[in-house]
C-alpha cells in the first residue's frame, strides 16, 4: 500500500482557513490515496515502485484500469506537493542555487511570482499551477484535473492547488486574492530542498 504522509503544521490561518484543509487533506488526499490503493490491490500490483516510478511505468499496469491509476496516482503526488511544502513559518525567499536559477530564468523572485500568478489565473476549470523542473530548465506550467508533470518527464517543484475545493468556502470566487496569499504559505526552504536533489541527481 502506498502511505499518507502526515501534514506536519497545525494550521495555515489565516491565509487557509482550517476546515478548507481538513476537508481538503481528508476527504480528498486521502481520498485519492485510498482510491489508487484499492485499484492497485485490485489487480495484485507489489509495490515494487515509488508512486512517481509507478507513474513512469504505467504501462505495467492492466489497460482497463490504467487512465483510472494514473488519475488518483496524480491525485496523491499532486497533494503531496502542495502540502508538504505550505507552512506559514516557512521562508519566504529565495537563495542559493534555487535563487541563481530563477534570476537566471526569469530577471528576479518578484518577476517569477508574477509569471506563476499570471499563470495561475489562466488556468481554466480544475487543474494544477506547477514550478517544474524540464531538461533541467525552470519552466512554469498549467496542468487539468490531476495531470502530474511526471507523465510528462518534468519534475515538479512547486504545485499550487486550483481546484475550488482548495479555496472556495474562504475566498468564493476571488481566486486572485488565494493565489496572491499562496507566497505568504509556502516554505522555499522544501522548494530549494527538491531542487538542489534533483539538480544533483541530473549532474
Ligand atoms: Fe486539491
Redesign the pocket.
Known amino acids: 500500500m502506498y502511505k499518507k504522509i502526515d501534514l506536519d503544521y497545525s494550521s495555515l490561518e489565516p491565509y487557509i482557513d482550517n476546515e478548507t484543509l481538513n476537508i481538503?487533506y481528508n476527504k480528498?488526499?486521502l481520498k485519492y490515496l485510498d482510491n489508487l490503493n484499492k485499484l492497485l490491490n485490485s489487480v495484485d500490483y507489489d509495490y515494487k515502485y515509488s508512486l512517481k516510478e509507478l507513474v513512469k511505468n504505467i504501462n505495467i499496469i492492466p489497460e482497463d484500469i490504467r487512465g483510472e491509476v494514473l488519475y488518483n496516482a496524480g491525485g496523491v503526488l499532486?497533494?503531496e506537493l502542495?502540502f508538504s511544502t505550505l507552512n506559514t513559518r516557512g521562508k519566504k525567499e529565495v537563495s542559493g542555487n534555487f535563487k541563481e536559477a530563477i534570476d537566471k530564468k526569469y530577471g528576479s523572485f518578484n518577476n517569477f511570482m508574477m509569471e506563476f500568478m499570471k499563470s495561475a489565473n489562466k488556468l481554466k476549470g480544475s487543474g494544477f499551477t506547477y514550478l517544474v523542473l524540464n531538461n533541467n530548465e525552470l519552466d512554469i506550467i498549467n496542468l487539468s484535473n490531476q495531470e502530474t508533470p511526471y507523465i510528462y518527464d518534468m519534475i515538479p517543484l512547486i504545485a499550487l492547488?486550483m481546484?475550488e475545493?482548495?479555496y472556495y468556502l474562504k475566498y468564493q470566487n476571488n481566486k486572485e486574492q488565494y493565489i496572491k496569499n499562496f507566497f505568504s504559505i509556502i516554505d522555499f526552504n522544501k522548494i530549494e530542498d527538491i531542487y538542489d536533489k534533483e539538480i544533483q541527481k541530473n549532474k
Open positions: 481538503h480528498h488526499y499532486n497533494h502542495y492547488d481546484w475545493h482548495a
